[in-house]
Each structure stands twice: as structure tokens, then as C-alpha cells.
């Protein structure tokens, strides 16, 4: 069975930084792509960062240069380093692991999305 259990979301100030985890279980990430996704109110779904099972790692726009994906192969988890946050940060972050499609990537365990960490960034 496949299972994602994130952790480390709360409330942070702009500017501000927070380390997110994804325990995974049920498969080993190294063999795999690992990606996060938010979802903020009202929004659908997005990737934000992956890292391919080379170590590669690639980042959507608007977080490029802020968010760091990394993973520990040992303990099955993957991590997203966020530094200098916004208030458009906000939002339920999830991890899955991804996959090519005729669009960029899709979750390949869609059946298996955890209950995501919050991240609220305010002053």
C-alpha cells in the first residue's frame, strides 16, 4: 500500500523559511521521480519542484530560486527546503511521485495523495 504522510507546514512571516517532509512509503523513492504539489484556495493542484531519480531537480517559475527539492533515500523521504516565502505561497503542500505524460508529468499514485501540510504565510 502506498502511503505519503507530510509534515512540517505552519505559519511563517514573509521572508521567512520552512523544511517540509514526505515520509513515503509502500515503494522506494530513489526509484522513482518525486514531486510537491500546492494547492491553494480556490486553485487547482500544481507541481512546484521535482527531482528525478538521477537527483535532477527542476522547479515551476515562481518558485525557482526560493524552494530547494532533495530527498534521503535511507529514510524514503523527501524534502522541500522554502526560503524567502511570499503570501502566495499559501497553500495544502503534497508530494506523490510523478511520471511523463503528453502534458509534463502526472502522479503516479493519483489513488494515494496524503492530507498535505499547511503553510500559511502573513505577517
Known amino acids: 500500500q502506498v502511503l505519503f504522510v507530510e509534515s512540517g507546514g505552519g505559519w511563517v512571516q514573509p521572508g521567512g523559511s520552512l523544511r517540509l517532509s514526505c515520509e513515503a512509503s509502500?515503494?522506494?523513492?530513489?526509484?522513482?521521480?518525486m514531486s510537491w504539489y500546492r494547492q491553494a484556495p480556490g486553485k487547482e493542484r500544481e507541481l512546484v519542484a521535482r527531482?528525478?531519480?538521477?537527483?535532477?531537480?527542476d522547479y515551476a517559475d515562481s518558485v525557482k530560486g526560493r524552494f530547494t527539492i532533495s530527498r534521503n533515500s535511507a529514510r524514503n523521504t523527501v524534502y522541500l527546503q522554502m526560503d524567502s516565502v511570499k503570501t502566495e505561497d499559501t497553500a495544502v503542500y503534497y508530494c506523490?511521485?510523478?511520471?511523463?505524460?503528453?502534458?509534463?508529468?502526472?502522479?503516479?499514485?493519483?489513488?494515494?495523495w496524503g492530507q498535505g501540510t499547511q503553510v500559511t504565510v502573513s505577517s
Open positions: 506523490n511521485a510523478v511520471q511523463p505524460s503528453t502534458s509534463g508529468y502526472q502522479p503516479k499514485f493519483s489513488s494515494s
Open positions: 527531482i528525478s531519480m538521477f537527483g535532477n531537480t
Open positions: 509502500g515503494f522506494t523513492i530513489s526509484s522513482v521521480a
